[in-house]
């Protein structure tokens, strides 16, 4: 079945660094655009930043551009996300996506909290 398991995230001050991975399964990780969405509390989830199947591709949203690097290794079927110069308006709940079928499939999310 489709899974896909995100991990990295932690306590870190503003200013500091965190690197997110998602190892995903149960699809063709290599023909497939990925996403990272993030979900603070009491707002909507938005998406943070999207990477093509070859990666010839990205995408961010505007507050994280210049801060956040989307990349992948098809070879490990695996998704990063580097995020630099962190901001306490960063802290979320990050997750991982794809959407295979027009259908959005989702890991369980982790927490990255930015505070000093």
């Known amino acids: 079945q489709v899974q896909l398991v995100e991990s990295g995230g932690g306590l870190v001050q503003p200013g500091g660094s965190l690197r997110l991975s998602c190892v995903v399964s149960?699809?063709?990780?290599?023909?497939?655009?990925m996403s990272w969405y993030r979900q603070a509390p009491g707002k909507e989830r938005e998406r943070v930043a999207s990477i093509s199947p070859r990666a010839d591709s990205t995408a961010y949203l505007d507050p994280v551009k210049g801060r956040f690097t989307i990349s992948r290794d098809n070879a490990k079927n695996t998704v990063y996300l580097q995020m630099n110069s962190l901001k306490p308006e960063d802290t979320a709940v990050y997750y991982c996506?794809?959407?295979?079928?027009?259908?959005?499939?989702w890991g369980q999310g982790t927490q990255v909290t930015v505070s000093s």
């Open positions: 149960g699809f063709t990780f290599s023909t497939s655009a």
């Open positions: 996506n794809a959407v295979l079928g027009y259908k959005n499939r």
